[in-house]
């Protein structure tokens, strides 16, 4: 590695950073989870560190910043953090690795000294005599706070030598637990030191969201220190003892500090055992399993049955229908490093097959996973589901890019009723066949879990469970832009459409949504015969994606390929036409067999030599047919064997498809906001986005200071470091706990950022707690004051952020009034509950209007895609002339609004309800922003849920990095200390 050392022994600082921080200049070093403490410099002034930000970001600061020579592994390490995620400003959560002396420390307080961070190392067993473990109860994570979130930045030497989660199991020792093999004293008055449970309650409950640590008991106050400040309760409950017995104390007057004088059978000693006794080699239980063999009767199809009225049940059945009610209900962004989730095309259509993370907001590199589930074929044949299911897993991992197929690992979780008549064997069967073709693909199985009472007595009957195996797939993706979705392109204004079939020649209907709607079973369903084909799609598939030939892809499941082919034409907004030969089958049977195949839409000049490429790999690949225009009115047509079957709009086809989705949505949303959504979806052409300025990546010339403040339940504090850190800016981690306590002012800041998240779990309202953090601390309200008294000093809301500033009186148009004796605020706007009544996830349209705001010049006319993510955000002003006067003012930036771009209320185009779709608000003198929306979580392309084809392809960054760019720019303009 380079020869400039990091964290134990730190560099010089440069004269530029010497500048900017004064005489007591920090490293020139990568400060994890905070940002960066030095401007760009020319090569030859470069500290020389080959994992210094500005050298390892080449996409983000430009071409004018060279690219170093890989360096050495640190320490030997492979999961050190400068190898493993290059270029990232936090390490992962938690892991578990050896970590070398010289990593960052952590800087968080100010002129403080850095605060020594926890490191964590693969030792679990091999613990001497005197270390102390740690209980740490966390609060739920939408009402507390982790201190993982700080143990996660390693340096040297850490008290932290083994971690264990236990989500669902009891604190008692296992073999997966740290204190595994070495014998441990635990003390029950210290795992719950403010509470009187009983002995067995503690020993037995199945906490959640809990760490096991084991540290040195010298730096027990350190972590006392970090758990203050997360305000995460830490209990030191015990001690290792070395001498392979567990042994649990019931008595407040026993010590921690050292191995307690216990004697064994003492009246405060609950449970005393020898470790190799319990744990050891124990005896294996045999099970004596017997088969059924199920009375399987052929499909028997009403006579006359037509596509379209098979359709008709088809598309409503849930396991086929839109999942749309699942999908706007969950947080889909949060992080800024979700690449692919649920949604797909400018509807925003639930059809993802497979989900793409990034590791790092500064890389391409990520992981992906898809699933695979196939219960109904395993009631036919247990090993034919597991194996479907292992084959349904791979084929919508395809669509996403993998480093090998050899490298894709695989979770099984099983839900069975192991104990019932015939289903143990059942079960045998199906691990069996599923570890089988595993092996034959060269894939495996690191984990998984088990459900095994899937069966319930009701009255005097035992209601049994469908066997069912999931499988989730995933692996190494070297590139997340390179992710194929499902929805149709119409490249060159027709694309053609090419079915690659695993099982070309057969057709069968067991087990398929088709015969569950009739009640039914089948005798014969599909299996996965072949699974050299199916290796050698993946791998084609892979190539294919990697030249960017496919424009979009799908798998056949669940509904057979007719279900398939709609799916696309649904998530495009657009027609097709398509015509299938299979001499010796039905129209029913070629369109709703659920056979492994693959859906794929390439340029018509591509279709000749991609189906030729998967002949000579030995795969089945067919023309069908070719895409038609856009718009719900244009006609899906379906010929099989030269009689057409359908003729039907897409959207009165995908109103079928979401019927059963809405209905499930009148049961946990407003009724009248679903209809609003169902009435506009079937006339919907997609957004329009407009652009007025050319996004660019700048390399910054300073690194003015921001404070990126965050509060128990905060969540979105890290996606706001990186867009900050893009935009030149030296972004520093700061808690409410830190200005309550004095720890650090907002003096040397000059921005200040107020990140979206639920704090104190939004109870009494969102952003309430938060508010009367800051109003009746009197330090922390001092500290706000004079900084929003600053007229060098900006500051950004976002979300929760954005309902704190109104309530704080920041921004919405009237001057705080406060009391003098308690600092309240009576603010002009405050967020009132969505009207839909719940949490909206949405990828919705923004026009930025012309308004005093800092951080949107230059922007104004540009329509925009954003994510929003919030439960309350209706902007409810206190009175008309409120309203009015906002508006008048330009003070209202940000603007919902529709396909046509005209500010809109109506529903999901406005996610909320707010009036005039105003989603942002900022001060008169524009150094203040809130908004509802989340830019911080879309200043890269590869965030937008979509975008427009011909922007994806130019663009490096996201038209929304230039607010974060404004924002240093006028920092350059407006000196520090200007009046």
């Known amino acids: 590695m380079s020869a400039a050392p990091r964290g134990g022994d730190p560099l010089p600082p440069h004269a530029s950073c010497s500048q900017m921080w004064g005489p007591s200049a920090p490293p020139c070093q990568l400060l994890p989870g905070v940002g960066t403490a ?313 059809l993802a097959d497979v989900a793409v993370v990034a590791l790092s907001p500064f890389e391409t590199v990520g992981a992906a996973t898809a699933l695979g589930e196939q219960p109904l074929k395993g009631l036919i044949d247990p090993g034919a589901g597991a194996r479907l299911a292992v084959g349904e897993a791979l084929t919508n991992l395809v669509f996403a890019r993998v480093t090998d197929l050899r490298d894709v690992k695989c979770s099984g979780n099983w839900m069975w009723a192991a104990k019932q008549a015939g289903e143990g064997a059942a079960l045998v069967d199906a691990c069996g066949a599923m570890c089988q073709v595993m092996a034959q693909l060269g894939v495996a199985v690191d984990g998984g879990k088990d459900s095994l009472s899937m069966a319930a007595r009701v009255g005097t009957d035992i209601v049994v469970a469908p066997g069912t195996l999931v499988v989730s797939a995933y692996a190494v993706c070297p590139d997340i832009t390179a992710t194929v979705t499902p929805d149709l392109k119409c490249p060159d204004g027709k694309g053609a459409l090419l079915y690659v079939g695993l099982c070309p020649e057969r057709h069968r209907l067991g087990g398929s949504a088709l015969a569950q709607c009739y009640a039914q079973l089948g005798d014969r369903c599909p299996d996965l015969e072949s699974p050299g084909t199916l290796a050698a799609c993946f791998r084609l598939t892979q190539q294919l994606l990697q030249e960017s030939v496919l424009s979009a892809g799908h798998d056949v499941s669940d509904g057979g390929l007719v279900t398939c082919l709609l799916e696309m034409a649904f998530a495009g907004n657009c027609g097709l036409q398509v015509e299938m030969v299979a001499p010796g089958a039905s129209a029913l049977e070629v369109l709703f067999a659920e056979e492994l195949g693959l859906v794929l839409e390439v340029p018509s000049a591509a279709a000749g030599d991609v189906c030729r490429r998967y002949e000579e790999a030995g795969v089945r690949c067919l023309p069908i047919g070719h895409t038609g225009p856009p718009g719900p009115q244009s006609m899906v047509r379906l010929r099989v064997n030269g009689q057409e079957e359908l003729a039907r709009p897409v959207g009165e086809l995908r109103a079928l498809w979401e019927a059963t989705s809405f209905q499930l949505e009148r049961l946990q949303a407003s009724p009248h906001c679903v209809e609003q959504e169902e009435r506009g979806l079937a006339q919907r052409q997609g957004p329009t986005f407009t652009l007025t300025f050319d996004p660019a990546a700048k390399p910054p010339l300073l690194c003015p200071r921001v404070a990126v403040l965050r509060e128990e339940g905060s969540n979105g504090d890290r996606e706001m470091v990186a867009a900050f850190v893009m935009a030149g800016f030296q972004a520093w981690d700061v808690t409410m706990q830190d200005l309550c306590t004095g720890e650090l002012t907002l003096e040397s800041f000059r921005g200040l950022v107020f990140v979206g998240g639920f704090s104190y779990a939004d109870v009494l309202g969102s952003a309430k707690g938060w508010a009367a953090s800051v109003t009746f601390n009197p330090r922390a309200r001092a500290q706000f004051e004079a900084f929003r008294r600053r007229r060098d000093t900006f500051s950004l809301g976002v979300c929760n952020g954005c309902q704190l500033m109104a309530l704080l009186g920041w921004v919405g148009g009237e001057s705080p009034q406060s009391d003098p004796t308690d600092g309240a605020v009576r603010p002009g706007v405050l967020l009132a509950p969505n009207d839909s009544g719940r949490f909206e996830s949405r990828f919705v349209a923004l026009a930025i209007e012309e308004s005093p705001a800092v951080m949107l010049r230059g922007m104004a006319g540009s329509t925009l895609g954003i994510w929003v993510a919030h439960g309350e955000g209706r902007m409810r002003f206190r009175s008309p002339e409120v309203l009015a006067a906002v508006t008048s003012g330009g003070l209202a930036p940000l603007r919902y609004v529709d396909d046509q771009g005209q500010p809109t209320q109506e529903y999901p185009l406005n996610p909320n309800g707010s009036p005039l779709g105003i989603a942002g608000l900022c001060s008169p003198d524009g150094r203040h922003l809130a908004m509802m929306p989340h830019p911080e979580r879309c200043v890269l392309p590869w965030q937008w849920a979509w975008m427009p084809p011909a922007w994806r392809r130019t663009m490096e960054v996201s038209p929304w990095l230039r607010m974060f760019q404004n924002a240093c720019e006028w920092c350059l303009r407006h000196p520090e200390g200007e009046s």
Not at 110 to 123: D, H, K, Q, T, Y
Request: with cysteine.
């Open 38 to 350: 030095c401007p760009p410099m020319s090569a030859a002034s470069r500290c020389g560190d080959p994992c210094h930000p500005r050298q390892l970001l080449p996409r983000v600061w430009g071409p004018s910043v060279p690219t170093p020579t890989p360096a050495a592994p640190r320490g030997g390490d492979p999961c050190h953090p400068c190898q493993l995620l290059p270029g990232v400003w936090v390490c992962p959560s938690f892991r578990v690795a050896g970590c070398d002396p010289i990593a960052p420390p952590l800087h968080t307080r100010g002129g403080a000294p850095p605060i020594p961070s926890v490191r964590f190392w693969g030792a679990v067993g091999t613990h001497p005599r005197g270390l102390a473990p740690v209980w740490g109860c966390s609060l739920p994570p939408a009402g507390g706070s982790s201190v993982c979130g700080t143990l996660d930045f390693p340096t040297a030497p850490g008290p932290t030598l083994s971690i264990a989660p236990e989500y669902v199991g009891p604190p008692h020792p296992s073999p997966s637990g740290p204190f595994w093999g070495c014998g441990t004293l635990i003390q029950t008055p210290n795992l719950l030191p403010s509470l009187t449970p009983f002995v067995l309650e503690i020993w037995g409950a199945e906490y959640q969201e809990s760490n096991a640590l084991l540290l040195r008991p010298a730096d027990a106050e350190l972590l006392q220190r970090l758990g203050q400040r997360e305000r995460c309760p830490v209990d030191i409950v015990g001690t290792i003892t070395g001498d392979g017995r567990i042994v649990l104390v019931d008595d407040l007057e026993a010590p921690v500090t050292d191995v307690a004088p216990v004697k064994p059978g003492g009246k405060t000693t609950s449970v005393d055992l020898q470790l190799e006794t319990v744990l050891g080699n124990m005896p294996r239980k045999e099970f004596v399993l017997s088969r059924r063999s199920p009375a399987l009767r052929p499909l028997c199809l009403p006579p006359g049955l037509s596509v379209g009225g098979a359709l008709e049940r088809v598309l409503r059945l849930p396991a086929v229908a839109s999942k749309r009610y699942l999908t706007n209900k969950v947080d889909r962004s949060v992080t800024g490093l979700v690449a692919q989730q649920q949604c797909v095309g400018p509807l925003h259509t639930p």
